[in-house]
């Protein structure tokens, strides 16, 4: 089976603009969570999908936004981006968001 | 809210055993992951201890105690790819969302 994937790994955006990101889960999959990790606060939870629905939400601005598709894919906005929120981002995905998450494999975000 | 308290980092020897401690106060408590992460890399899923005592996973074992708000990860015959941060993540009673500790680095030296 295959595992969690996000496109693009690696992103280099400047003060003010936007950015998407996108997560694939494990097939079969319907929790969709999101992270910031940086090395000064450590993991910290943005948001969670479930069925196509913001089940969850963390301490984060409103300029942090997320989506869930039917298939379960998932995607993150930044808007006016910052440059604290340089960090590497994280998708994880659940069979129901009860049970052990699994995570893809980050897309690191640097903003000038 | 959560407070999750982990020591930073700690050393041992490959072959030995060694044992990380997590402590949390929680407003509502469902479970406690542990997860492995690896420089560079993304966590890896480790344990799940819903109730109280130990569950043994091949070299890696993981016990809990609800009570105390304890938990530790117990590793035995340590290899030096074991070298990596242990996050300890107590999940929440009403959302399931777990809350992620700093994490502690071992480092496992010959």
């Known amino acids: 089976k295959a595992g969690v994937t996000q496109t693009p790994r690696y992103l280099i955006k400047t003060r003010g603009q936007q950015v998407t990101l996108s997560c694939s889960p494990i097939?079969?999959?319907?929790?969709v969570s999101w992270y910031q990790q940086t090395p000064g606060q450590g993991l910290q939870f943005l948001f969670e999908?479930?069925?196509?629905?913001?089940?969850n939400k963390g301490n984060f601005p409103g300029r942090f936004s997320g989506r869930q598709f039917s298939n379960s894919r998932s995607e993150m906005n930044v808007s006016t981006l910052e440059l604290g929120d340089s960090a590497l981002y994280l998708c994880?995905?659940?069979?129901?968001?009860?049970?052990?998450?699994?995570f893809g494999p980050g897309t690191r975000l640097t903003v000038t | 809210g959560q407070n999750i308290d982990q020591p930073t980092e700690m050393t041992a020897t490959e072959g030995a055993i060694v044992q990380i401690n997590c402590t949390y106060q929680t407003s509502g408590f469902n479970g406690l992951f542990w997860y492995q992460q690896h420089a560079g890399e993304a966590p890896t899923f480790l344990s799940y201890n819903v109730l109280d005592g130990l569950e043994e996973k091949g070299r890696f074992s993981s016990f809990l105690s609800r009570s105390k708000g304890y938990s530790y990860l117990l590793l035995k015959e340590l290899q030096m790819k074991d070298s990596a941060s242990y996050l300890c993540a107590p999940s929440d009673g009403g959302s399931y969302i777990p809350t992620f500790g700093r994490g502690t680095s071992l480092i496992v030296h010959p």
């Open positions: 994880a995905s659940s069979l129901d968001g009860v049970r052990e998450q699994y």
């Open positions: 999908y479930f069925s196509e629905t913001q089940r």
């Open positions: 097939s079969g999959h319907r929790s």
